[in-house]
Each structure stands twice: as C-alpha cells, then as structure tokens.
C-alpha cells in the first residue's frame, strides 16, 4: 500500500512558477514509477510527466517548462512548473505505479494560473 501526498499548489500569475510536491509511504518508492497527472473542469485527466529508473517524459503541452525529479531518500517526487499559462489550471494528482503492485493516487492539489 502507497500513500501518496501532494503539496505546493496555489494561484499564480501567468508567466510565474510553482512547484509541486508530492510524499510517498512505504519503503519501496525507488520502485516506482512516479507521474503528475491533471484534471481541468470538465476535461478528463491527463498525462503531465512520469519519472522512472529509465528516465523522464513530458506530455507535448507541458516539453520545455514543466521538469519532474524524485528524491528517493526523501520518498518524494517533484514537478516544477515554470512559464504557467492559464490553460494549466487543473488539480494536479500524483500517480505511482509498478507493475504487480498495482498503482495509488493523492488527493491532488489545485494550481491556477491567472491571465
């Protein structure tokens, strides 16, 4: 069982910066996949960023401005979020998952970005 726990979101200007964060339990974080995903009003989630042992990746709308990290002795994965566009206002959910473990996700966090 995985908890996951997501922290940093807030109402930002256009052009601003957030970052996200988001605490795992258990002992085996380093194990798992870890992605941002998010969910604006009437729109369905959506992929944002995924971290694993093999390396990163981006959703195109997200390439170039968006950068996630995990540190692992903290169980905690990251999502800096720089350039915001008001189009990135969503609840944000953070995802783990490995394969024959299932996958968990946080309560999200709300970021909104003002024009």
């Known amino acids: 069982q995985v908890q996951l726990v997501e922290s940093g979101g807030g109402l930002v200007q256009a052009g601003g910066s957030l970052r996200l964060s988001c605490a795992a339990s258990?002992?085996?974080?380093?194990?798992?996949?870890m992605g941002w995903f998010r969910q604006a009003p009437g729109k369905e989630r959506e992929f944002v960023a995924a971290i694993s042992w093999s390396g990163t990746s981006y959703a195109d709308s997200v390439k170039g401005r968006f950068t996630i990290s995990r540190d692992n002795a903290k169980n905690t994965v990251y999502l800096r979020m720089n350039s915001l566009k008001p189009e990135d206002t969503a609840v944000y959910y953070c995802?783990?998952?490995?394969?024959?473990?299932?996958?968990?996700w946080g309560q999200g966090t709300q970021v909104t970005v003002s024009s």
């Open positions: 995802h783990a998952d490995r394969s024959g473990a299932g996958d968990y």
């Open positions: 258990g002992r085996t974080f380093s194990t798992y996949t």
